[in-house]
């Protein structure tokens, strides 16, 4: 039999059978230094000390703690430190319990997109049955644009909650306070027909729901929510989840807000087609509107077929004003531009350099400057051009886009006063109108990105990619200015601008989606460029 190293029990083999039973203090296993700052481990091939040197360590460290725990000068130390470990300990605890809640929120929520939920009967004052969880008043806020991609995505809201959408009331209170209501501008028997397959819209709230004082929301925008963990389809989860909860509830919910209320992309591809459905043919307007936009079209083509370029020129007061743009304006005409922009209170910014925004492109043209962009170009002096815009701001007005094409047109040449009577102070529908007509154009451009450029713009994509010019306004104002300096000639001048336009004419180009964990506001708008989610890939 081979000798065991001192200290060390025989094994039951070496014993022969014979099993030798250890003190429960020989199994203790511990960790401590060997006197030359090394470590031994009982239990493993190192040197290990003896029994009773084990006892003896064990002995001294209880004691220790023994006194620690004794009353005398101690104990406030220990009592102290207790404290400060309890408070610590429920704070550690109260972090991790939170965390684990917003990720188990934020789960369920992209969980939620998907999920199919049975919807319970509501039967209204008249006696029908109907299947939906609630019903929702929309106030759609903004000018024509902006309310009509509102309005596109909260039927797509409603969707998302399985309720039942009445009639959009409109924005009477932005910069032209036009009185006009939806079926003033809207042709309401189509948008109610062409989304039935999709959801419910009634004309008003039932008898039964009629005195229900409807509860106040402002959904949350793409530009405030918080992606995290998910993504962008937490945002539709939010309308499954959260206001769906609330229109259980209640039974009858009012957005306040619609503007950009839904996220770009990450929706599902049924979602994503209806808001295009509800943008692009529910929203037609009306017979009225419809037929003088296409009195005028058959006015600019001469009653043939005679090419016309829509120009969204938005050299307008309010938009000078709101982007803080001067731009080939006199002192007197900057100085109204800026008191209105101090005076008008929901826009925000107030100090703005307009000469360095320019610089980056985020001004109107003026019209001498959409003059230029349109001959380097290569269109010729007998261009036929529609306006598409409100009165001209500025001591100068149209003259110098006339002074290089004279067949300059707007609603308000092409008409006669009868024709416009019945639009008279009605901004949204002389609106209206100019979309008509810029939408048929051979050729839409515009001069700023703002919502009618996007939306024309958006609705051209889906009928099949008509032409559109999107300018590369930062680089056209830095080769103006080199060019009225002397540094640039004409030829150059043309040739740089014609280059930088060659993939800027709308064609087939896939919607530039953003970094997920960024906000959605950076990204290309739905609206603006609804490919891929509305229109078919072919070969």
């Known amino acids: 039999m081979s000798p065991t190293k001192s200290g060390e029990e025989p094994s039951t083999a070496a014993a022969g059978g014979i099993t030798t039973r250890r003190r429960p203090v020989d199994c203790i296993e511990f960790a401590e230094e060997d006197g030359t700052g090394g470590a031994f481990v009982a239990g493993q091939n190192q040197h290990h000390r003896s029994p009773v040197g084990y006892c003896a360590m064990l002995r001294r460290r209880v004691n220790s703690m023994l006194k620690v725990l004794r009353p005398g000068r101690s104990l406030s130390r220990w009592v102290l430190g ?13 972090i991790a319990f939170m965390t684990r809640i917003h990720e188990f929120e934020e789960m369920t929520a992209s969980r939620e997109v998907f999920r199919i939920r049975p919807a319970p009967a509501v039967v209204d004052g008249d006696g029908k049955g109907t299947a939906t969880n609630g019903y929702i008043l929309v106030h759609a806020n903004g000018g024509l644009n902006q309310m009509r991609t509102g309005i596109s995505d909260m039927v797509a809201a409603a969707k998302l909650m399985n309720a039942t959408l009445v009639l959009p009331t409109l924005d009477h209170e932005s910069f032209w306070t036009d009185p006009s209501g939806f079926k003033d501008i809207f042709n309401w ?56 909860t609330l229109l259980k509830k209640y039974r009858v919910l009012k957005f306040t807000h619609t503007d950009s209320r839904l996220v770009n992309n990450g929706l599902p591809s049924s979602i994503q087609r209806l808001r295009c459905r509800a943008m692009y043919e529910a929203l037609r307007y009306t017979d009225e509107i419809e037929r003088l936009g296409t009195l005028l079209v058959n006015r600019l083509r001469n009653g043939g077929n005679d090419p016309y370029i829509a120009f969204h020129l938005r050299y307008e007061k309010d938009m000078l004003a709101f982007t803080g743009c001067s731009h080939g304006l006199n002192k007197t005409e900057a100085d109204e531009l800026r008191n209105l922009r101090y005076k008008v209170r929901h826009w925000k910014e107030k100090s703005i350099d307009g000469e360095e925004r320019r610089r ?66 009605l901004h949204n529908q002389l609106a209206a109108v100019d979309y008509v007509v810029a939408l048929e154009s051979d050729v839409f451009a515009y001069t700023y990105d703002g919502n009618m450029a996007k ?20 680089n056209f104002v830095r080769l103006m200015d080199r060019m009225d300096k002397g540094k640039l000639g004409w030829e150059d001048f043309s040739s740089e601008i014609k280059r930088l336009h060659e993939n800027r004419i709308g064609a087939p180009q896939y919607r530039e989606v953003g970094k997920i964990g960024h906000s959605p506001r950076f990204e290309e708008y739905f609206y603006a460029n609804p490919y891929p989610g509305c229109v078919c890939e072919k070969s």
């Open 82 to 94: 207790a404290l400060m470990l309890l408070v610590v300990s429920t704070t550690l605890l109260k």
């Open 189 to 244: 028997k189509n948008f109610i027909g062409t989304l039935k397959d999709d959801i419910e819209v009634v004309e008003s709230l039932p008898k039964r729901f009629a005195g229900v004082k409807p509860l106040l929301k402002a959904p949350i925008s793409w530009s405030k929510a918080r992606i995290r963990f998910t993504s962008y389809p937490c945002l539709a989860g939010y309308y499954r989840g959260h206001m769906l």
């Open 455 to 474: 939306a024309v713009r958006g609705h051209r994509v889906f009928e099949g990619f008509r032409k559109t010019i999107n300018p590369d306004t930062e």
């Open 360 to 425: 980056h492109g985020g001004c109107p043209m003026t019209p001498r400057e959409a003059a230029v962009f349109l001959e380097a170009l290569g269109y010729p002096s007998s261009t036929r051009i529609y306006i598409v815009a409100g009165e001209i701001y500025g001591h100068e007005g149209l003259d110098p886009l006339r002074a290089k094409y004279p067949n300059v047109y707007s609603h308000s040449t092409l008409a006669t006063a009868a024709e416009l009577k019945p639009f008279e102070h």
